[in-house]
């Protein structure tokens, strides 16, 4: 059975931190090299806009219920 843990606003740097992930100065999720994160419709996510993280966290999902359940029937 899958875990998760939910987390607030106030705890997005950490949580992003601890998967290895910053926030560049226009938002944006970015790797250790700069690059942009790519949300699961293939586009940058931006850290204000994470709804779910999924499939072993590198699955980016925006905060949309369509994104969301889209992703989880899916997957």
């Given at each position: 059975m899958?875990?998760?843990i939910?987390?607030g606003?106030?705890k997005?740097?950490?949580?992003?931190?601890?998967?290895n992930?910053?926030?560049d100065?226009d938002?944006?999720v970015?790797k250790?090299n700069?690059?942009r994160?790519?949300?699961?419709?293939?586009?940058p996510?931006?850290a204000?806009?994470?709804g779910y993280i999924?499939?072993?966290?590198t699955?980016?999902?925006?905060?949309?219920?369509s994104e969301i359940?889209k992703?989880?029937?899916?997957?």
């Amino acid at each position: 059975m899958p875990q998760e843990i939910i987390f607030g606003e106030e705890k997005r740097e950490y949580v992003l931190d601890a998967l290895n992930r910053e926030v560049d100065d226009d938002g944006f999720v970015v790797k250790p090299n700069g690059e942009r994160v790519l949300a699961t419709d293939g586009e940058p996510i931006k850290a204000d806009d994470i709804g779910y993280i999924g499939h072993g966290s590198t699955d980016f999902v925006r905060d949309d219920i369509s994104e969301i359940r889209k992703y989880l029937h899916d997957s």
